[in-house]
């Protein structure tokens, strides 16, 4: 039985060592290889990706190690056509016990052309979906079509798909064809509450500093509250973010990207998480800060709602997210039971074992049906 990884396009090991994800897929993929399972990751990377994972019991093939990557990003595009053919000429897939899982939907053409020249099953993984996607942030017209060109094709070749939240599932199954073979596969979380002594007037948020996660507001939102902001991310907005906060004399640290094992003993040095994010898939940062014993605040979008019922489990906002704020300087919702609630949820929807059984079952699945 052999699980081939391919990694989302021009994604390599450093990559995801450097965004801090490794040590968390680590931990799937490695359970994986103690289950039966031989396990290859397919990256976008040269030779330095070998030594990441030495000593592991994962291979890894680096795509840019049998070839030359360009500078240009739409020969590497080009090029991408004839990445199948170089995978299969490096790494043996035996037919009827290989499948092919993409992560994400950007670099699924490879997975789809080499699941066709070695008749392998392909199982394909979406975090978020990207034609919602691309509509919600009001993309152009020609980068729509080619996202609902993509997800079409990668519904229609996949053996399975899955997708990480019951709104997206309703949004595909509303706009695509041969969606029977679409699951659902939420993110996963530990629960440890094993929290240390926190400041009350620090505030977390974790993500990429780009428009989506929408961090302006969060900055516009907490003038007068007396919180300092902590944001743990990396990306172009950061010297933006920075003057805006100096500007509406706003307290605010901007700290780059940790490691995931990190960065969960770093959720339990706060009371308060905030995500102003205006689209998110099955968010992993809210479950990792409700994981860790944080109240979570977030912005009143489909997803969030599914993890998060508001006065409940935590708070949802729209556009009250100040008056929130300010209410939590003066501890107006300490009576209220947000943190045990919310991780029931956890437990019941998001735990790790239950999520990992369910991919097990969908891997054994595809196996069978050979």
Known sequence: MHIVLLFTFDYSLETWANSGHLQRELRFYNLLVDNGFKVTFITYGDNADLNIL?????????????????????????????????????????????????????????????????????????????????????????????????????????DIYSVTSSSDLMFLESKFLNTKKIVKRPNWVDVDLSKNSFEENKI??????????????????????????????????????????????????????????????????????????NFEGNSKVILEAISRGCIVIAKDIENNREIIEHMKSGLLFTEN?????????????????????????????FNFETIFSNYMDDFKLLLKTN
């Open 204 to 277: 977390l948020a974790v993500g990429r500093l780009e428009n989506q996660k929408n961090f302006k507001e969060l900055i516009d939102e907490s003038v007068g509250t007396n919180f300092e902001i902590n944001i743990y991310g990396e990306g172009s907005k950061k010297d933006d973010l920075i003057n805006q906060a100096r500007e509406l004399n706003v307290k605010i640290k901007i700290f780059n990207n940790v490691e995931n094992n990190e960065l969960l003993d770093i959720y339990k040095k706060y009371k308060y998480f905030v995500s102003t994010a």
């Open 54 to 158: 030495k000593n592991s019991k994962i291979d890894v093939f680096p795509i840019y190690s049998s070839t030359n990557k360009s500078k240009y990003k739409i020969f590497n595009l080009l090029k991408s056509f004839y990445f199948p053919f170089l995978i299969k000429r490096n790494i043996f897939l035996k037919a009827g016990n290989t499948i092919i899982k993409q992560n994400q939907l950007l670099g699924s053409w490879v997975a789809i052309i080499l699941k066709l020249i070695t008749k392998s099953k392909l199982y394909m993984r979406t975090g978020y979906d990207m034609y919602l996607f691309s509509i919600k942030n009001k993309k152009s017209l020609l980068k729509r079509i080619l996202y609902f060109t993509l997800t079409q094709k990668a519904i229609f070749f996949s």
């Open 321 to 349: 997210l100040n008056e929130i704020l300010k209410n939590c300087s003066e501890n107006q919702y300490d009576d209220l039971n947000f943190t045990e609630n919310a991780i029931e949820v956890i437990d019941k929807y």
